[in-house]
């Protein structure tokens, strides 16, 4: 413990005598200072104890000393020290009164006991305290790296708790919980999500203090520009020095694994792509090899690859500080974390290609993922401009998944897309590749942030007509009938609409026009004499079917 008052008073050699302020000698001593100013307030900081002779004072003015002790008490002064036989034989009743009046404690110093020695002994008491602190920080360090060694984080952090007696609490770089200790804490740790994702986007390392039932301290993890973990610490009062060591030695601890974890990961990363490239030359054997126990439950079951593409515009940033492929990476491999799921991801310059579990956490997480940014973009934007609908229906379903996705609106030039492949096995995996990349080129092509290939199998050509190129194609195509029509001449559109419907059958078309057949065929000579092409020919009337309906698409 630091000095205090009454180890002051203790000291066998000092021989100081309590005056006033009994009950307060508890109070730790951060220094001895003399002054034999009237007035040394200003030259205080606070937990002193100010040593005098009363040189310059009025001792024994009651009105005087009422004043100067109410000043000493009011600048945190925690004792006074009056040394007898100097100036006074007595310490003054003006001034023991004074003090009792205060509350602050009166030590009696006498004459053959000099200022130095009760300075040095406060000094050598702090300095005990201080080596005592290192003494323990160290002992802590030892006992958190055993920790760390056999037993990894939880390890580290049962240590740790131990240590402030309170908890601790391990936190990944989507905000989630990864650990905690005791496992009474795991409710309190929990709720602190929000408060280490706002430490999360600020540059690291950065730190922060959370009040409610406990005192927390929020420390961010990792030598990078953005943090890639946290630490919680909960205690029920301040730290103190001992503790504080035992919290930075967890810190510099957690931070060098959280490094190796992100060397190992590269290393991961390497080998993923070495296992994706034989998978998608079809070489299953030995992509299997090459898996091992990293990857192979993976190629075990049915699996989605996902493919996702950086690519300029204006969109969302999700969070400060990170691109939108990197949250994605963040997000994806937290999920497969939390579920005990193997996830293989191989960045590709601007591209990023995933494979994971069918029907797992990770997929879940992507579609989710997705879904804010597209709601994210909505909000951002003009509601009708460019939105394209929502994420398929599997996706958004996963939205209500339990995965942490923060999104806010922020216009930068990239944009995210995200094309994903129905589910398939090792032997597959060039096909599931090529799904991906057409789900990826339809999601751009659209506006939106994810398409997976079963809406391009199951669903309708039409939404594919929304293409510029096909519009003004269409347009080109139609244009010179609809100028025919405007002239009042007659309904070319309408009758060749008609008549491709009932697949050249003039009586249906000609009865569905409420007109004569000899009219409808007239129309079309019309119609094969503007556009310059005979309706013999099925690509013809492939394109001015296509045409017509890219145009009614658009609402023309």
Excluded: N
Excluded at 434 to 440: G, I, N, R, S, V
Excluded at 487 to 498: E, P
Aim: charged content about 25%; glycine content about 10%; proline content about 4%.
């Amino acid at each position: 413990m630091p000095p205090t008052l009454a180890s002051l008073v203790h000291h066998s050699t000092l021989k100081l005598t309590v005056r006033a302020g009994e009950d307060r000698l508890d109070v730790p001593v951060r220094w001895a200072h003399a002054s034999e100013l009237a007035d040394p307030v200003p030259y205080m900081e606070g937990g002193e104890l100010l040593l005098i002779t009363a040189l310059t004072l009025d001792a024994e003015d009651p009105e005087a000393m009422r004043r100067y002790v109410r000043r000493l008490v009011g600048a945190g002064v925690v004792g006074l020290g009056f040394a007898v036989g100097v100036h006074y034989e007595d310490i003054p009743e003006a001034l023991v009164a004074a003090a009792r009046g205060e509350g602050l404690p009166l030590l009696e110093v006498p004459r053959r006991t000099p200022f130095l020695a009760i300075s040095k002994a406060v000094s050598a008491a702090i300095a005990a305290e201080q080596y005592r602190a290192v003494t323990a920080g160290f002992a802590a360090q030892r006992e958190l790296t055993r920790q760390a060694l056999t037993d990894g984080p939880e390890g580290l952090l049962g240590a740790l708790a131990g240590q402030v007696d309170g908890w601790a609490a391990l936190y990944d770089a989507s905000g989630a919980v990864v650990a905690v200790a005791p496992d009474w804490a795991e409710r309190r740790a929990g709720r602190l999500t929000a408060d280490v994702e706002r430490l999360r986007d600020r540059p690291a390392p950065a730190s922060a203090v959370v009040g409610g039932e406990d005192r927390v301290e929020l420390h961010s993890l990792g030598t990078g520009r953005r943090a890639r973990a946290a630490l919680a610490v909960g205690t029920a009062a301040a730290l103190g020095t001992a503790e504080r060591y035992a919290v930075h030695s967890a810190i510099a601890l957690l931070t060098l694994t959280t490094e190796r974890s992100r060397s190992l990961h590269a290393a991961e990363q390497r080998i993923g792509a070495a296992v994706l490239r034989m998978l998608l030359a079809g070489e299953c054997d030995h992509a299997r090899a090459v898996a091992g126990d990293l990857y192979g439950e993976l190629l075990d079951a049915p699996f989605r690859l996902i493919l996702a593409e950086s690519s300029s515009g204006p969109t969302v940033v999700v969070r400060s500080g990170g691109d939108l492929l990197g949250q994605l990476v963040e997000v994806v491999e937290a999920a497969a974390a939390r579920a005990g799921e193997a996830v293989l991801v191989v960045p590709d310059g601007e591209r990023l290609v995933v494979l994971a579990v069918d029907g797992g956490a990770a997929v879940a997480a992507c579609g989710a993922f997705a879904v804010a940014l597209e709601t994210a973009r909505a909000d951002g934007r003009d509601p009708g401009a460019g939105a394209g609908g929502s994420a398929s229906a599997s996706a958004s379903a996963s939205a209500s998944a339990e995965v942490p996705v923060s999104v806010s609106v922020s216009v930068e030039e990239e944009e995210l897309v995200v094309g994903l492949s129905a589910p398939a096995g090792p032997i597959a995996a060039a096909s599931a590749y090529k799904q991906a990349e057409q789900a990826l080129s339809v999601a751009r092509r659209r506006g939106r942030c994810l398409v997976e290939h079963e809406e391009l199998a199951a669903g309708s050509v039409l939404p594919l007509l929304g293409d510029d190129a096909v519009r003004a194609f269409a347009d080109s195509l139609l244009r010179p009938l609809r100028e025919h029509d405007a002239t009042g001449r007659g309904d070319l559109v309408a009758s060749l609409r008609a008549w491709l419907s009932r697949h050249g059958q003039w009586d249906a078309a000609a009865a569905d026009l409420g007109v004569h057949r000899h009219t409808l065929r007239y129309r079309m000579r019309r119609v094969e004499e503007i556009v310059g092409r005979s309706l013999d020919d099925p690509d013809v009337r492939m394109e001015l079917w296509l045409a017509l309906k890219a145009t009614a698409a658009a609402g023309e």
